[in-house]
T-cell receptor, first 108, second 113 residues
């Protein structure tokens, strides 16, 4: 595809469940960022990859959050034991002009 | 203190009005600056970059004051289609082509007919 894609677009999880959110970047884009956007807030930086290397994970809110990009292309953001405060839109981006549509996570 | 601060609004303006949004940032090491537009339930879209010399794109003018750590966006002749949230964004990047974007909370603009 021509842009960044994310799946699923919507995810409802029961509190305590694990979830995995996928980002398919534009082919050849080296940088990949994950952001979390809570309702009424701007996106907040979570983590950054350059190819397969995770160079910055300073924004991950807890050790329940884990991200990987093993082959330097597709990335997965995993949230273990989801909590209600994890409800947000999770955005993937490969540059200032290249944001995916986001995954809206609702934890019930 | 948040790294990027904006008035959340909402700004309710009539069509044809001129509206200005302001934003301040706290980190003087910030490298570059942007305004984004975000429609309801959509991803943010880059509206324009912001330069010290000021830059204009049609009805939109952006300005940066590095000494005051202040960024502005001016929209002239507002259209109904300008209704959206405008996000002030600072790049704390790693140098080169990479970008670590720090977003403000956004300012909601509602243009009324």
């Amino acid at each position: 595809g021509a842009g960044v894609s994310q799946s699923p677009r919507y995810k409802v999880a029961k509190r305590g469940q694990d979830v995995a959110l996928r980002c398919d970047p534009i082919s050849g884009h080296v940088s990949l960022f994950w952001y979390q956007q809570a309702l009424g807030q701007g996106p907040e930086f979570l983590t950054y990859f350059q190819n397969e290397a995770q160079l910055d994970k300073s924004g991950l809110p807890s050790d329940r959050f884990f991200a990987e990009r093993p082959e330097g292309s597709v990335s997965t953001l995993k949230i273990q034991r989801t909590q209600q405060e994890d409800s947000a839109v999770y955005l993937c981006a490969t540059g200032p002009s290249y944001f995916g549509p986001g995954t809206r996570l609702t934890v019930t | 203190r948040k790294e990027v601060e904006q008035d959340p609004g909402p700004f309710n303006v009539p069509e044809g009005a001129t509206v200005a949004f302001n934003c301040t940032y706290s980190n003087s090491a910030s490298q570059s600056f942007f305004w984004y537009r975000q429609d309801c339930r959509k991803e943010p879209k880059l509206l324009m970059s912001v330069y010290s010399s000021g830059n204009e794109d049609g009805r939109f003018t952006a300005q940066l004051n590095r000494a005051s750590q202040y960024i502005s966006l001016l929209i002239r002749d507002s259209k109904l289609s300008d209704s959206a949230t405008y996000l002030c964004v600072v790049n704390m990047g790693y140098g080169g082509a990479t970008n670590k974007l720090i977003f403000g909370t956004g300012t909601l603009l509602a243009v009324q007919p």
